[in-house]
């Protein structure tokens, strides 16, 4: 099983001009995926890999953007990231902000917990989350998961990693990398 964050690891986070803040798309016009991703995602699907997203999305409670725009963006997301054969089994999002605690947002444990219920079968020793910050990494090393992180080898993030005794099991600079390397390794997919 590959749990996939969404924005940064299949499509482009946007930069506010009024605020300079980075944030997720708030309408489904701003979506954009990165380069590769619809391969990447069809390439993994192809190989007998089952794909889940697990998402922190808190725009909606921070009251960002609607509901429906919330749902309308995801959902343009998993049509766009699965037009050529790639098949996303589940997702998972977190609604929440950090504030609230909930059990829900990464690095806490509970959108992983959720992907491996909806899909029994997979054996979770053998998969992989796949992210592009610390939280990701957090949280699939504390549900014991293989871990890629995905973007440039920034300082901040490499030393706060460092710090929790943390390192990615694979750390490259997008998803069409981590599919390049997870398809050349023995042994294949996973059930």
């Known amino acids: 099983m590959i749990l996939l964050d969404r924005d940064g690891v299949l499509n ?8 300079g803040t980075i944030d997720s798309p708030l309408h489904p016009a701003q979506v ?19 794909l889940s997203i697990v998402s922190n999305q808190p725009a909606w ?12 963006v995801h959902a343009e997301i998993v049509s766009e990231a ?6 996303i089994l589940s997702s998972h ?17 509970g959108l992983l917990r959720e ?11 053998a998969s992989w989350i796949v992210g592009d910050s610390v939280t990701d990494v957090e949280a699939g090393a504390s ?12 300082c901040d993030a490499r030393k706060v990693l460092n710090q929790r005794s943390l390192q990615p099991s694979y750390w490259g600079p997008d998803l069409a990398g ?4 997870l398809l050349s390794r023995e042994g294949g997919a996973t059930p």
């Open 12 to 19: 482009a986070l946007l930069v506010d001009p009024e605020h």
């Open 143 to 154: 549900f014991k998961l293989h871990t890629a992180f995905l973007g440039p080898r920034k």
């Open 115 to 125: 992907v491996f219920t909806a899909n029994p079968g997979y054996d979770p020793a």
């Open 61 to 72: 409670a921070k009251g960002k953007t609607s509901w429906e725009n919330l749902q309308a």
């Open 32 to 50: 954009q995926l990165l380069p590769g991703v619809v391969q990447a995602l069809a390439q993994l699907t192809e190989a007998g890999y089952g």
């Open 93 to 109: 999002l977190c609604l929440h902000r950090r504030e609230d605690d909930c059990d829900c947002r990464k690095p806490k444990t």
């Open 178 to 181: 981590f599919v390049a390397y």
């Open 82 to 87: 699965t037009s050529s054969g790639g098949r």
